[in-house]
């Protein structure tokens, strides 16, 4: 643990000094810390030594999914998310089951897994993180509705996988109980437990017996969002619904609370969403990255550029979205932590499959990090008015219009 906490200690300082570099280039802290677990881990140099198994490493990847949920739920109220539902509806009605179902397709015929196994995968890979597309979802030039769309999907489509990663892995079991009602159960309490708390305490320090003074006021949403933690543990609600919900709660009815937890929140999402990924990176080695061979690989790639696109592209024909938002969504959907958790869960599980599901996983996740985190900064400059038209164009048109006048003279 003393080695892990120095190691991280190292890196957050390099990522820091490098922040503004990243800011403006493709560089990537995500990737940043994902590569330094590598090296860091077995599979390099040996010095953070984990194993997937390992209660730190589910318990970390769980707490930084809820972190960043908590805080992405926070940007949108209930009066936004209820008018601006039509686009993140189409994506989570139409583009997650068609993601999963073209995702399942390749891991059949590419991978060779059987189809319950597929399907499984498909579902582990469906949620979207808009973590790794920052620069995208946090440019104000970007057109809002593009934005709130990546960040509701990406907010609700990780407890929405969940009964679909319970439902499958209990067949791929061989369990005759699917638990349907018991999923049901969870999902809803998670709900409950997400709106429920932040309304309460919200309430009560409106009435004239509480009142936060100004220096604890932004642990007041920590302190609500602690709370849901704790209570979605011990009920076994869904804690990401639970997360995603009481966040919006908070946005909806507690305006000045959001605000004064905005910023520090967001660092303790950063934080231990920079934690998870250099666990997840000391995860990976070389024998991992060449034990699903090219068929494996192959089928990561298509899984980024084909999946998510094609069921992106179906979902939203007749949108209203323009050529280029619409190409902005598709390439945007990133596998993150939501990802790593429910991949962690079968591994724990013990099926037949679970280790070459988890490698597959794996490979997916590492590609996905490379490429999305280091293309969000080029996607967002689609959308900066002053690269509307290409600096080359007016060169062009000027050098043209002198070649004219010289034939003319």
């Given at each position: 643990?003393?080695?892990?906490?120095?190691?991280?200690?190292?890196?957050?300082l390099?990522?820091?000094?490098?922040?503004?570099?990243?800011?403006?280039?493709?560089?990537?802290?995500?990737?940043?810390?994902?590569v330094?677990?590598?090296?860091?881990?077995?599979?390099?140099?040996?010095?953070v030594?984990?194993?997937?198994?390992?209660?730190?490493?589910?318990?970390?990847?769980?707490?930084?999914?809820?972190?960043?949920?908590?805080?992405?739920?926070?940007?949108?109220?209930?009066?936004?998310?209820?008018?601006?539902?039509?686009?993140?509806?189409?994506?989570?009605?139409?583009?997650?089951?068609?993601?999963?179902?073209?995702?399942?397709?390749?891991?059949?015929?590419?991978?060779?897994?059987?189809?319950?196994?597929?399907?499984?995968?498909?579902?582990?890979?469906?949620?979207?993180?808009?973590?790794?597309?920052?620069?995208?979802?946090?440019?104000?030039?970007?057109?809002?509705?593009?934005?709130q769309l990546?960040?509701?999907?990406s907010?609700?489509?990780?407890?929405?996988?969940?009964?679909?990663?319970?439902?499958?892995?209990?067949?791929?079991?061989?369990?005759?109980?699917?638990?349907?009602?018991?999923?049901?159960?969870?999902l809803?309490?998670?709900?409950?437990?997400?709106?429920?708390?932040?309304?309460l305490?919200?309430?009560?320090?409106?009435t004239?017996?509480?009142?936060?003074?100004?220096?604890?006021?932004?642990?007041?949403?920590?302190?609500?969002?602690?709370?849901?933690?704790?209570?979605?543990?011990?009920?076994?609600?869904?804690?990401?619904?639970?997360?995603?919900?009481?966040?919006?709660?908070?946005?909806t009815?507690?305006?000045?609370?959001?605000?004064?937890?905005?910023?520090?929140?967001?660092?303790?999402?950063?934080?231990?969403?920079?934690?998870?990924?250099?666990?997840?990176?000391?995860?990976?080695?070389?024998?991992?990255?060449?034990?699903?061979?090219?068929?494996?690989w192959?089928?990561?790639?298509?899984?980024?550029?084909?999946?998510r696109?094609?069921a992106?592209?179906?979902?939203?024909?007749?949108?209203?979205?323009?050529?280029?938002?619409?190409?902005?969504?598709?390439?945007?959907?990133?596998?993150?932590?939501?990802?790593?958790?429910?991949?962690?869960?079968?591994?724990?599980?013990?099926?037949?499959?679970?280790?070459?599901?988890?490698?597959?996983?794996?490979?997916?996740?590492?590609?996905?990090?490379?490429l999305?985190?280091?293309?969000?900064?080029?996607?967002?400059?689609?959308?900066?008015?002053?690269?509307?038209?290409?600096?080359?164009?007016?060169?062009?048109?000027?050098?043209?219009?002198?070649?004219?006048?010289?034939?003319?003279?």
């Open positions: 643990m003393g080695v892990l906490l120095l190691a991280f200690a190292g890196v957050l390099l990522a820091v000094l490098l922040s503004s570099l990243a800011h403006r280039t493709i560089l990537s802290t995500a990737a940043l810390f994902l330094a677990g590598f090296v860091l881990g077995d599979g390099a140099l040996g010095v030594s984990l194993a997937p198994d390992e209660e730190l490493v589910g318990t970390l990847a769980e707490l930084a999914l809820f972190a960043v949920l908590f805080t992405d739920g926070m940007r949108v109220g209930w009066a936004e998310l209820r008018s601006a539902w039509r686009l993140p509806g189409r994506a989570l009605g139409w583009g997650l089951p068609l993601t999963l179902a073209i995702t399942a397709v390749g891991a059949h015929y590419l991978v060779g897994l059987g189809w319950i196994e597929s399907l499984l995968i498909g579902a582990i890979l469906a949620p979207t993180d808009p973590v790794f597309a920052a620069a995208l979802v946090g440019n104000d030039k970007v057109p809002p509705r593009l934005r990546l960040n509701v999907e907010g609700v489509n990780d407890g929405l996988a969940l009964p679909f990663v319970m439902v499958f892995l209990a067949v791929a079991a061989g369990s005759q109980d699917l638990h349907l009602g018991e999923l049901g159960w969870e809803g309490l998670g709900v409950v437990i997400g709106v429920a708390v932040p309304w305490a919200i309430t009560l320090e409106r004239r017996w509480f009142s936060a003074s100004t220096a604890y006021e932004p642990l007041n949403a920590l302190a609500i969002g602690l709370l849901v933690l704790a209570l979605g543990k011990a009920t076994h609600g869904n804690l990401f619904l639970a997360a995603f919900s009481a966040g919006i709660t908070v946005a009815f507690g305006e000045r609370q959001r605000a004064s937890f905005e910023h520090f929140g967001e660092l303790l999402a950063e934080l231990f969403k920079l934690a998870a990924l250099l666990v997840f990176g000391a995860l990976i080695s070389l024998p991992l990255l060449g034990s699903v061979g090219w068929a494996g192959l089928f990561a790639l298509l899984a980024l550029v084909l999946a696109p094609l992106i592209w179906i979902s939203f024909l007749g949108s209203g979205l323009t050529v280029r938002e619409q190409a902005a969504v598709a390439w945007f959907g990133p596998k993150g932590f939501a990802s790593v958790v429910y991949a962690l869960i079968v591994l724990a599980s013990g099926i037949a499959a679970s280790q070459q599901v988890f490698q597959l996983v794996a490979v997916t996740i590492v590609a996905s990090i490379l999305h985190s280091s293309t969000d900064i080029v996607v967002a400059r689609w959308f900066d008015d002053e690269r509307e038209v290409p600096a080359w164009y007016g060169a062009a048109r000027r050098l043209r219009a002198r070649s004219r006048r010289e034939e003319e003279s």
